[in-house]
């Protein structure tokens, strides 16, 4: 079946500091692959979303993404983080079956220190 | 951009009683609606999937006569919690999608439903 992981269920950076959150995903052919973020008690914001073409894509409020193959991987990086970056991340994929529904990963939980 | 409009934002009912959850497309069709839900701390689990003018797709363990959701039109979609108890309290978020999967997905912005 497939899957999404994040392998860091909670981060803490430094406000001013570089960002990598971890995204590994199983799936055989080119996936369509998301980032999502959501503040407490909110829906999920749509960061950035790979389908084909450049492996970099970039997103908003700062926010890129590098698809790898070969390393079936999706890393959600930022220069420099700011305090309101704070927030829960997700990372998902298209699923496989006819509903196409969104399958996510545990997310990973970022927090800033001042 | 997309929107996705999701009410009530919040809501507290009586245990027994029933809860609609609305969500609609302002600005696109919505093809497809997910219904999700999403425990505190925890990650989003796909209650059930619907199309315009069909019946729903619940995902294995999810109970269809509980979670009643109706999606007659290519802009709205409910999710009805019948005879609600406490352990339906939860967070529940709507995904609405046009026909184009790289059109994307659009979420709502989720209803905190407590039951007491």
């Known amino acids: 079946a497939q899957s999404v992981t994040q392998p860091d269920i909670h981060i803490t950076v430094s406000e001013g500091a570089s960002l990598e959150l971890r995204c590994n995903y199983s799936y055989g052919a080119t996936p369509y692959l998301f980032w999502y973020v959501q503040s407490p008690g909110q829906g999920l914001q749509l960061l950035l979303k790979y389908f084909s073409g450049d492996t970099l894509v970039q997103g908003i409020k700062g926010f890129e993404a590098e698809f790898k193959r070969s390393q079936s991987s999706f890393n959600l990086r930022k220069p420099s983080v700011h305090w309101s970056d704070a927030a829960e991340y997700f990372c998902a994929v298209v699923g496989w079956g006819s509903q196409g529904n969104l399958i996510f990963g545990k997310g990973t939980k970022l927090s800033v220190k001042p | 951009g997309a929107v996705v409009s999701q009410h009530p934002s919040w809501v507290i009912c009586k245990s027994g009683t029933s809860v609609k959850i609305e969500c609609r497309s302002l600005?696109?069709?919505?093809?497809?609606m997910f219904w999700y839900r999403q425990f505190p701390k925890q990650s989003l689990m796909l209650m059930a999937t619907s199309n315009e003018g069909s019946k729903a797709t619940y995902e294995q363990g999810v109970e269809k006569d509980k979670f009643l959701i109706n999606h007659a039109s290519l802009t709205l979609s409910t999710l009805t919690v019948t005879s609600a108890h406490p352990e339906d309290s939860s967070f529940y978020i709507c995904?609405?999608?046009?026909?184009?999967?790289?059109?994307?997905?659009?979420f709502g912005s989720g209803t905190r439903l407590t039951v007491v």
């Open positions: 600005d696109f069709q919505a093809t497809t």
């Open positions: 995904s609405a999608r046009e026909t184009r999967v790289d059109y994307g997905y659009t």
